[in-house]
C-alpha cells in the first residue's frame, strides 16, 4: 500500500536448519477421593459418611450402593488418555459376581446423602469380579473423565447377594480408595504455513537466537530517513535479545527496519513469526522488496502489515509503474505472535496466516518482473493524534524453496 525505500544487496547466504521436534512423556498422577460413603436402601435416611468403609450389595432387601467424588487436575495443553479407579476390599467375590462401576451426578454431600436423595446412576463404565479379600479392585473409568479433569462423580453397585466392602477415605490412608489418571500434551496443530503445506527443510533465514545488533552477515539495517521521509530509521532502535529481534519506535517516530542479504531471488517461499504493538500510528511490515529498487514497476509484496489498527492485519500486492494493488484484510490480534507467509511461484502469490491462505492473485499480468528479498519494518504514519511508541517483534525469518524448483 505504501512506497517503501530499502535497500538491496544481491548476496544469498544460504543456511542450514536443523527441526528438532521435543517429546513429552505421559504423566500419571494418584489422586483421593475429596469425599465417599455409601447409602443403603432399608436404612434410606442415614448417612454413612463417618464410616471407614465403603459399602455395595446386591439384595433386594438392603441394597447398598458406594459413591466417590474426586477432583481431577490436568496441567495446561495436557488431557486425560486414561483414569483407573482403585478400591482396597474388605470381601471376596466368585467369578459371577460383580461391582459395576457408573457415571453419577454430583451435588450430593458427604454428610448428607442417604439412599432416598442419592443421585441415579448414570453411564456403565465396566466391572470388577473373582477379587479376594484385602486386594486392590480396578476399573477402567477412563470413558467417564472429561478429558481437561475437573469434579469427577462414580457410582459403585453389585449384583452379589451379600455384603462386598472397601476401605474409605476414612481408613488408613495407604488403603484409601484412588484414582490414577493419566495425562498427556494435547496434540498441536501446527501454524506454520511451512508445515501445514509441506514446504520441506528451509534453506536460510535467521532465527535470532544470539544477542546483540542483528547479524549483518544476514541484514543491512537502515540508517536513513523513514518511510516516506518520516521519522528517522536508526539502528539503535532494533536489537536482538537472544530469542527475538525487537523493532521499537519513539513517539518522536525515531524507529528502524532492515532488509535481508538472503534468498535474493525470484520465487520461494518466506515465513515469519511476528508481533507488535503500541500506537497506532506504527505500523509493522513484512515485505518482498525488488532487488532492482526500481520501485513500484517492479512491484512490492506486503505479506503482512498493520495500518493504524492492532487488530487487522493486510496484505498488500503492489504491481505495475502504476502501482496497482490487490489486498486481503482480516480481524487478527496482531499483538499476540502470529505466522505470517507468502508463497511465490510462476503461478502467482499467496498468503497464509497461522498456515491459513487468505490471499492469493495468480494473474500472470500482476507477477513481480526480478528477484526480491524480505525487509522488515516499524514504519511511521504521524496523524493529528497524540504520538506514541511503538514496537514489533520477530521470533524468526524462515525461507523456503518455491515449488517445483527443490
Known sequence: MFWRKCVAIALSILVGFAIITPTTASAATTISPTIDTYVQADKATTNFGAS????TEGRANIWRNTLLRFNVPVPAGEHVVSAKLRAYSEASTTSTEFVDVFTTSGGWTERGVTWNNAPVRGTWLGKAGG????????????????????????KLESNAQKWIGFKSK???????????????PDAVTPTEAAVVHGWGTRVTGDEFNYTGAPDATKWIVYNSAGHAGQGMRSPQQVTVDGSKMVMTGTPDGTTAGMGAKFANQKYGRWEVRAAGSGDNEYHMVSILWPDSENWPCDGEVDYSETTGDW??????????CSNSQTSASRALDVTQFHNYAVDWSPNGIVGYVDGVKWFEDNDPAHQPPGSMHQTLQLDWFPDSTANGAGEMRVDWVRVYTAAGTA
Open 52 to 55: 471407614v468403609r465403603l459399602s
Open 131 to 154: 477379587f479376594a479379600t484385602g486386594s486392590w479392585v480396578e476399573w477402567d473409568v477412563t470413558k467417564g473423565v472429561s478429558a481437561k479433569g475437573g469434579e469427577q462423580n462414580f
Open 170 to 184: 476414612e481408613s488408613s490412608s495407604a488403603l484409601r480408595p484412588r484414582l490414577v489418571v493419566t495425562t498427556a
Open 311 to 320: 487488530n487487522l492485519i493486510t496484505f498488500f500486492h503492489h504491481y505495475g
